[in-house]
């Protein structure tokens, strides 16, 4: 889900507000609140950041005397405040409240390239929007009426002051924006770690209700289609179309990526290319793709610092198994044993100093058992969108393939570092889109 931090001022303490992608409207400048669907934090100089429940969240509507709090939101503008500790003043942040979420409260009847004809549903009051038309089938507005800033939308509550949104004419289709809110497109190289600055946003019409993505070179192709609740049902094209999931139509691209490490976006003419870079790990192009070089690699870059952050590590090093088509679950105990770590271990006069034994003996530990914490989260790595039955039984042969190499592998009767690296693509595929399938067989 797409998030939007919004932060008051640069008091000692304030109230900061993440919106979900429900709280978007892509004809709406400014996001709308929705209790459910948003989360709440407490800042504190220092990068004190604790999230609470809404439970200890009060509300003030806008212009009302400063200490005059409710624990319900008011119609209208709003400040929001998370309550602070004793008598600890918090400083507010200003939002927008409906009172419905902004998938019923606005939608689109009608578009061609001249107008654009809304409908809303609001009980609460009355509604005016400037340079507009009042017409049976909607409010109908010339898209060049729009400008750069929008058209102002009155709302008047029967209960509260009257407010002013502002409806803008959104870019129409799939769009993709940087850290910095510049819309991006082509050939497109981002660091895994950047990847969730990344934000993609779909505004479809009835001529421009759909886009295309292939994941990890054509491994998965699927078509994300406009549905009438304003959110995208994935369907998967090599499967007659069949429905594998719903995502919303803005999030971060992380999401859209689907775990995946490359992606092609398609739509209309449009083209985007991204290939995950991540931060390469120092030596890893250099390493021959076998299980004791890659456990004398890690090694390496284990013991190259003196505190060494193990969960960034393991970050970088899970990194490779795309660029370079292996999983570290496909190594063994054996793998990483004292005799295939000669040469980087100072193993010289251990007999005739235990204080260095035990230091050499502490290391290993912690290695091996940072090795095995790393082929667990390999093993239970998988997409975040699943294959579903019908798709694991049209590739059982394929999956069960699969896993007799790992399974003669596992049994010396096979080495899986053998394999061409499409055979072990394959593998990763079928592991991380059909995990359940794929591990119940192998452990069967």
Known sequence: MSSNNTTASN????????????????????????????????????GVREQHKLTFVVFRAEGADPDDWEDSPMMG??????????????????????????????????????????????????????????????????????????????????????????????????????????????????????????????????????FQISLDDNKLNYMCVLTEDNRLSVRDMR????????????????????????ILVKNKSSRWRIQLTGEDVDGASDVEINGVALARFAFERYTEDKEVDEDLLAQRLMHMEQRYAFQWYWLCDDDWSHENLEGLMDMEGLDADPEKMMRQALLFNRYETFMKRLAAFSYISQ???????????????????????????????????????????????????????FVAALEE
């Open 11 to 46: 008091a000692s303490a304030w109230t900061e507000v993440e919106y979900s992608a429900r709280c978007m409207s892509p004809y709406i400048s400014t996001p709308i609140y929705i209790p459910e669907e948003t989360s709440y934090y407490l800042c504190r100089e220092g």
């Open 77 to 210: 503008c709003l400040d929001i405040c998370v309550l602070g500790e004793g008598d600890e003043e918090v400083e507010p942040v200003e939002a927008v409240y409906l009172g419905v979420p902004t998938e019923q409260f606005i939608n689109v009847v009608r578009e061609d390239d001249n107008e654009i004809v809304f409908d809303f549903t609001w009980r609460y009051g009355s509604i005016s929007i400037d340079r507009a038309t009042k017409t049976d089938e909607g409010w109908v507005i010339k898209k060049d009426d729009f400008g750069e800033d929008g058209i102002a939308m009155h709302l008047t509550p029967r209960k509260g002051n009257a407010f002013t949104l502002r409806l803008v004419m959104p870019y129409v289709g799939f769009s993709l924006t940087d850290d910095k809110g510049n819309r991006v497109s082509g050939d497109i190289e981002i660091k895994h770690e950047d990847v969730s600055n990344y934000n993609y946003c779909f505004v479809g019409n009835p001529s421009n209700d759909r």
């Open 239 to 262: 499967e007659r179309l069949a429905l594998v999931d719903e995502i919303e139509t803005e999030g971060t691209l992380d999401q859209l990526l689907m775990g995946a490490h490359s």
């Open 383 to 437: 997409r975040t969108i699943q294959g579903d039955q019908l798709q694991a039984r049209n590739n059982k042969r394929k999956i069960a393939r699969c896993v007799r190499h790992l399974l003669a592998h596992r049994a010396g009767e096979e080495n899986v570092w053998e394999l061409d690296e499409e055979a072990r693509k394959e593998i990763q595929h079928f592991h991380g889109t059909f995990h359940r399938e």
